[in-house]
């Protein structure tokens, strides 16, 4: 079964800092890594994301960092802010056809001003 | 707002008892997915239709059916509800077959008692 490993399941940083969101998968029949983002009562909101043949996304104040051979791949949040307080989810899409995300656990995020 | 509405935003109902759960996909797109979120088993991917056909299942229960309508609005049926049953029913859509970018709704929270 193809699935998808999120660590931490939560995450406390100070205002400023850098928080890191880390995800595994299992084999390599995955082509699209989305990272989504959902706060209390709404649905999950496309962040960033990044396909296998690149190392590293960034847009803003979030990164993605992608390691083919480790199966591994993080978010990386700088300058974290209040406001980036929510659930992150890391997510895949098969290779070869529909486009049935695998998502992560979830890591809740907690940003203290 | 993703574009994506979804009726009701709550759902407080019986065991055995059948709901539908309403989707409109953002204006122009064409695939509309249907997910499950629950406490102990995550975001779990149930169905995806396309232009009015079903393209990929995920583990969705013989008791569920969806179908997407000229319109490309979607319903997502659940019938002899179980407790378990119980949880947050996102559906997402995209514009077509080829882009990986799905865009998720708010969600119904199914109550079943």
């Known amino acids: 079964q193809q699935q998808v490993k999120q660590s931490p399941q939560s995450l406390i940083v100070q205002k400023g800092g850098i928080s890191i969101i880390n995800c595994a998968y299992e084999n390599t029949a995955f082509d699209y890594f989305p990272w989504y983002q959902q706060f209390p009562g709404k649905g999950p909101a496309l962040l960033i994301a990044i396909r296998p043949d690149v190392s590293e996304k960034k847009e803003g104040r979030f990164t993605i960092s992608f390691n083919k051979s480790a199966k591994q791949f993080s978010l990386h949040i700088m300058d974290s802010q209040p406001g980036d307080s929510a659930t992150y989810f890391c997510a895949a899409n098969p290779i070869q056809g529909a486009q049935k995300l695998v998502f992560g656990q979830g890591t809740r995020l907690t940003i203290n001003p | 707002d993703s574009g994506v509405t979804q009726t009701p935003k709550h759902l407080i109902t019986a065991t055995g008892q059948r709901v539908t759960l309403r989707c409109s996909p953002r204006?122009?797109?064409?695939?509309v997915y249907w997910y499950q979120q629950s406490l102990d088993q995550g975001l779990q991917f149930l169905i995806q239709?396309?232009?009015?056909?079903?393209?990929a299942k995920g583990n969705i229960l013989e008791r569920f059916s969806a179908q997407q309508f000229p319109d490309l609005h979607s319903e997502l049926n659940l019938s002899s509800l179980e407790l378990g049953d119980s949880a947050l029913y996102f559906c997402a859509s995209s514009p077509g077959l080829a882009e990986y970018e799905q865009y998720f709704g708010p969600g119904t929270r199914l109550t079943v008692t």
């Open positions: 204006s122009g797109d064409l695939s």
């Open positions: 239709y396309y232009n009015g056909e079903e393209r």
